[in-house]
């Protein structure tokens, strides 16, 4: 079964099914200004905080009350980083002491922070095919790309 899209994410998607829109539909008000990260994250995941909550404000996708989510996906983000970065440095498995080859732990630690990336992303409607139905205004231009997919859209490098 799957989850109920709040109605600013279904109708950044054109509506595809025509249902008339849940007037009861609680609307949390928006932060003024742009929130801090939590002090909690890891400095990986305060990065992804920084670089979504803009994009994120100018979609109309974030409200007061989404803070612990966001910061959910965020720390997903981060322990994706952070795992990547193990696997990267020695590599998928390691010797035992047994002398048996086994799969880092990092590799569960990746494979679990991709499926909370993807599952609390979708949240805020931030998964490939999310994407792909979205109604982006035509009047934004060359900006469409930058406040989407930030400066590596362009081959810019943060």
């Known amino acids: 079964m799957s989850t109920r899209k709040p109605s600013n994410v279904h109708y950044l998607n054109g509506n595809p099914g025509k249902r008339p829109p849940?007037?009861?539909?609680?609307?949390?008000?928006?932060?003024?200004r742009l929130p801090a990260p939590p002090a909690h994250l890891s400095p990986e995941a305060k990065a992804e905080w920084k670089r979504i909550v803009p994009k994120l404000k100018k979609l109309g996708l974030l409200t007061l009350v989404d803070r612990a989510t966001l910061a959910a996906y965020c720390n997903a983000c981060g322990m994706l980083v952070q795992a990547d970065k193990v696997l990267n440095a020695k590599g998928l498995t390691y010797r035992a002491r047994s002398g048996l080859i086994?799969?880092?732990?990092?590799?569960?630690?990746?494979?679990?922070?991709?499926?909370?990336i993807?599952?609390?992303?979708?949240?805020?409607?931030?998964s490939p095919?999310?994407?792909?139905?979205?109604?982006?205004?035509?009047?934004?231009?060359d900006e469409e790309e930058d406040w989407l997919f930030g400066e590596e859209a362009k081959g810019g490098n943060k």
Request: glycine share 8%.
């Open 22 to 32: 849940n007037k009861n539909e609680p609307k949390p008000p928006a932060p003024a």
């Open 102 to 116: 086994k799969t880092r732990p990092e590799v569960k630690i990746a494979e679990q922070a991709r499926k909370d």
């Open 118 to 126: 993807k599952n609390i992303g979708a949240q805020f409607g931030l």
């Open 129 to 141: 095919s999310a994407r792909a139905g979205l109604s982006v205004d035509p009047s934004m231009g």
